[in-house]
């Protein structure tokens, strides 16, 4: 009776169970459906907007309104006229300065938090020292450069009464100087950040066996330090490159009106509802930034990296 029974739970017990396999998802649906959220909120977000900015490029217009066409003159207009040539080359020269200053700036800070500083409590104090002023506006980090490099500001007052000028500097305020001065104040974070956490992946002990080896302290940074964080320098590279070519608000408060950038190019276009030359600009942004985005991607393979 017993074995009876058994099989009779063996029966209607195993459909069961064959039903619950042919419902599981495979682990590519299971990833698919993580990655919907992000991909709708992109889609939404940044495809669809992107895909009417690149129909509204070809449009006709004129005061009155924009037409539906197909015209390639705003495009024309946009890579032919010098001022708009001249407004490239001032945002890549404000981009490749920057990046420069806070790679330098934020590799040295980085590698002293994690080599230098032992004491993971120290670190995190250290870290957030960095990290606080970042809680506020930028607008407001922006803005308080204005009183200190015055002209009448306490870094000029400071100069003179050490008397290491007798006059106040004219160039520290509204030049490009004070542009790239509030550039890496705002953006020298985004390097550090990427570039300290490749850095804690690495094993002191190679460092140790490369000194042990005979090794100098340069040779150790170009043959170790340097090629196992290049996934941090180019995620911050990437951030940092991004982030000055899409802002305009420092280069209008802080050149006085002597420099320019695209985006303020584009802002001056929109308040003139010159909306088919503006999404052209806007359109030509976006691959360009694309492009130098991608170029970063050929020399590491940040997707790569970040697995390992």
Not at 4 to 17: H, K
Not at 87 to 96: G, I, M, P, R
Not at 112 to 118: A, D, N, R, T, W
Not at 264 to 289: G, H, R, W
């Amino acid at each position: 009776m017993s074995l009876a029974q058994n099989s009779d739970e063996a029966v209607t017990i195993a459909p069961r169970s064959r039903g619950r396999r042919r419902w599981r998802l495979s682990p590519q649906a299971v990833s698919w459906l993580q990655v919907s959220p992000l991909a709708i909120i992109l889609t939404a977000f940044f495809a669809l907007p992107t895909l009417v900015f690149l129909i509204v490029s070809f449009y006709d217009y004129d005061r009155a309104g924009i037409y539906p066409d197909f015209l390639l003159t705003n495009y024309e207009e946009l890579l032919t006229t010098p001022a708009t040539l001249r407004v490239y080359v001032s945002s890549l020269k404000f981009a490749f300065i920057v990046w420069g200053i806070t790679l330098f700036l934020g590799f040295n800070i980085a590698y002293f938090l994690v080599f230098h500083v032992h004491s993971r409590t120290m670190r995190t104090i250290l870290f957030l020292a960095c990290a606080i002023p970042f809680w506020t506006s930028g607008i407001i980090r922006t803005i308080a450069w204005i009183p200190f490099l015055g002209r009448n500001g306490a870094f000029n007052q400071g100069l003179m009464a050490v008397h290491l000028t007798e006059q106040p500097l004219e160039f520290l305020l509204f030049s490009p100087f004070a542009v790239c001065v509030t550039y890496v104040h705002l953006f020298t974070l985004l390097m550090i950040g990427p570039i300290a956490n490749s850095l804690a992946k690495i094993d002191p002990a190679l460092l140790e066996a490369a000194r042990d080896a005979g090794a100098s302290r340069w040779r150790t940074m170009v043959d170790i330090v340097i090629p196992l964080s290049k996934t941090g320098i180019a995620l911050g590279s990437i951030l940092v490159f991004t982030q000055v070519m899409g802002d305009f608000f420092v280069v209008k408060a802080m050149s006085g009106g002597q420099s320019a950038s695209i985006v303020s190019q584009l802002a001056t276009e929109i308040q003139a509802m010159q909306y088919p030359p503006a999404a052209a600009s806007a359109i030509i942004l976006v691959l360009f930034v694309a492009l130098m985005v991608g170029c970063m991607m050929r020399v590491v393979d940040v997707r790569k990296e970040l697995v390992r």
